[in-house]
């Protein structure tokens, strides 16, 4: 386990603009850039393999995005009454049950700051709790847990909310096929 843990990153960044967020991530083996405007049910996912010396875009569409509703989390947020800070904001504790699985966390939601566009890693909590600032978020049937780093203006990375030339236009269904058919 220790071996393919190594294998993920270990650091995620969201950049915002606009209602739209790109989550990027990167590890030894893969990096990834996953777009996001959920005002507009839009959703891309940019991979890129280097030992594969490929790069792949995926366009979620509405019929992909509904497949995908299916395994998302339902979760059920309780208020603690238990405070501390995080990344220098104060935070609220709330007990998380997700009942599909029945797994228990804790979350830790902030309304120091106006963060109101969802993120991949965001989008399974109603904004009306205030920004997750330690959260356990969900990708690829994998609980993550997230902790704020910082938060902080600074200019976007080109790139960050588009796909260049080089990649390839694959479907979701194809992105499944390569990853074993999960």
Same mark, same amino acid.
């Given at each position: ?12 960044? %969201?950049?915002? #603009? ?9 590890s030894? @083996?893969?990096s ?5 405007? *959920? ?5 891309? !996912?940019?991979?890129? *393999?280097?030992? @594969?010396? #490929? ?20 979760? %059920? !947020?309780?208020?603690?009454?238990d405070?501390?800070?995080?990344? &220098? ?16 966390? /804790?979350?830790?939601?902030?309304? $120091?700051? $106006? %963060? /109101? ?5 965001? =989008?399974?909590?109603? #904004? ?7 959260? %356990?978020?969900? @990708?690829?049937?994998?609980s993550? #847990?997230?902790? !704020?780093?910082? *938060?902080?203006?600074?200019? +976007?990375?080109? &790139? ?5 030339? $080089?990649?390839?236009? +694959? /479907?979701? $269904?194809?992105?499944?096929? @390569?990853?074993? &058919? =999960?």
């Amino acid at each position: 386990m220790a071996a393919m843990a190594s294998n993920f990153p270990t650091e995620l960044k %969201v950049y915002f #603009k606009g209602d739209s967020s790109s989550l990027k991530t990167e590890s030894p @083996m893969y990096s990834s850039t996953n777009i996001t405007n *959920i005002s507009k049910e839009y959703e891309r !996912l940019l991979l890129e *393999i280097p030992m @594969m010396n #490929k790069k792949f875009s995926v366009i979620f569409s509405p019929a992909d995005q509904d497949k995908m509703a299916a395994n998302m989390p339902d979760l %059920v !947020l309780t208020a603690g009454t238990d405070t501390k800070t995080i990344a &220098g904001y104060n935070a609220t504790k709330y007990d998380v049950t997700e009942k599909k699985s029945n797994q228990n966390t /804790t979350a830790w939601f902030t309304k $120091d700051v $106006d %963060v /109101t566009t969802q993120n991949p890693l965001t =989008r399974f909590y109603n #904004k009306s709790y205030g920004f997750p600032v330690e959260f %356990v978020s969900y @990708m690829n049937g994998l609980s993550i #847990k997230a902790t !704020l780093k910082e *938060i902080k203006a600074e200019s +976007i990375p080109a &790139g960050s909310f588009s796909a260049s030339k $080089d990649y390839e236009e +694959i /479907t979701l $269904d194809q992105l499944m096929q @390569m990853q074993g &058919g =999960r």
